[in-house]
């Protein structure tokens, strides 16, 4: 009598199935044959039924085989999941916009507003706020002489914007310089503010990259105070957010490929960007998981696409010149361990031991190292 197993991991770098995880990968077990004792005793010697009936199944029963061979090839192991494309920061988090100038606020954005750097963003008694990009939000005012990582970030964003060259100032350097001054005057002048070549607190918010406006909490007419959150929001880039199971989580890594498939069915690829450290229960039946951040190589694809299901193939590994066969046939032998049934061109039928590695559940196959060699007929089970 037949009995289901299941694979278990074997051989450097094997992917092997896991019936508990429900997003992806069928179950393999279903297509495995346990041997009976005569059988690996048969075996042993060297021969599994020589003359049998190509109709005869591998287990010594009545079910059909066909013939199929071993080939040698490029196998992928892939992940399949469920997310969601929205806009949003690398790690997930929105921006808080934090307001330094002191006033009325007479301009403000609307929620999906995008802004990239030199844009005004809002402005407080006429007097516009200008996006520049940064890592260290502002927190004193520059002038010539200052230093510091603050001014670091200022040289960046003049030379970037266009208003100095890196041979007048070098956009690495931390140093405010009578170029850093004469280039700052050249925006300030460009906003239609005094040139005053100082960077006082409130005219400019650094963040790390363009933003969409998601919420803004202050409304036109109102006082703008110092130091208050007056909005959030989000990368203007679109990712694919993913729930990992956290036992998932070594099987990926930061730019393994993927294929997403949007809501009208058009594929398009992408890359694991990145991928959270906070584990968190997804629902009632306190599975674990990790968030997971796909990049869009190509986000025109999406088109204005935002809050969409999609679903994902993330290639997790790839083994070039591997020896590949079905997975329905491969038999595990009580004594532990997997065979494949070999059949030579005279007819006669032999088990070869063979060591599981990578599988692409997707073709159904996996990869083996043993006795065998591309092109070698085996046995498949018509189950």
């Known amino acids: 009598m ?39 005793v048969a ?28 080939t040698r090839g490029t196998l992928s192991s892939q992940i399949s999941a469920d997310g969601t494309l929205e806009y949003t920061t690398s790690d997930g988090s929105d921006y808080s916009i934090v307001n330094q100038a002191s006033g009325t606020f007479t301009s403000l954005p609307r929620a999906g507003a995008v802004f990239s750097r030199g844009q005004v963003l809002y402005r407080v008694s006429n007097n516009p706020v200008v996006l520049l990009y940064g890592a260290t939000p502002v927190y004193r005012s520059l002038s010539e002489g200052d230093k510091g990582p603050d001014v670091r970030e200022l040289n960046h964003n003049l030379v970037a914007l266009g208003y100095a060259t890196r041979s007048e100032i070098d956009w690495d350097w931390d140093y405010f310089s009578y170029e850093t001054r004469y280039a700052l005057e050249k925006l300030q002048d ?80 992408g890359v ?28 025109k694809a999406a088109g204005a696409l935002d809050q969409a299901p999609v679903t994902v193939e993330i290639t997790s590994a790839q083994v070039k010149h591997a020896l590949i066969v079905p997975i329905d046939s491969l038999l595990a032998l009580s004594g532990g361990g997997y065979a494949v049934e070999t059949v030579n061109a005279t007819g006669v039928h032999k088990l070869v031991a063979v060591t599981l590695g990578t599988f692409d559940d997707a073709a159904g196959t996996v990869q083996v190292t043993g006795d065998v060699v591309p092109g070698e007929r085996i046995v498949v089970p018509n189950i």
């Open 2 to 40: 037949s009995t289901a197993t299941s694979l278990p991991q074997e051989g450097p770098g094997a992917v092997a199935p896991n019936p508990e995880r429900k997003r992806r990968r069928r179950r393999v077990a279903a297509g495995l044959v346990v041997v009976v004792v005569a059988a690996v």
């Open 43 to 70: 075996w042993a010697a060297g021969v599994f039924d020589g003359h049998r009936a190509r109709t005869q199944g591998v287990s010594d029963n009545s079910d059909p085989i066909s013939i199929t061979t071993v």
């Open 190 to 269: 460009k906003l239609g503010e005094d040139e005053t070549g100082t960077l006082t607190e409130g005219q400019a918010v650094f963040l790390p990259e363009e933003i969409r406006v998601t919420t803004i909490t202050p409304t036109l007419g109102t006082n703008a105070g110092a130091g208050g959150a007056i909005m959030q929001a989000t990368s203007a880039n679109r990712q694919v957010v993913v729930n990992l199971d956290a036992s998932e989580q070594t099987e990926v890594k930061v730019g393994d490929r993927v294929q997403i498939t949007l809501p009208d069915g058009q594929a398009t690829p």
């Open 272 to 299: 694991v960007s990145s991928i959270g450290t906070i584990a968190s229960s997804s629902g009632n039946s306190g599975t674990s998981t990790l968030p997971l951040y796909i990049t869009l190589k190509h986000p």
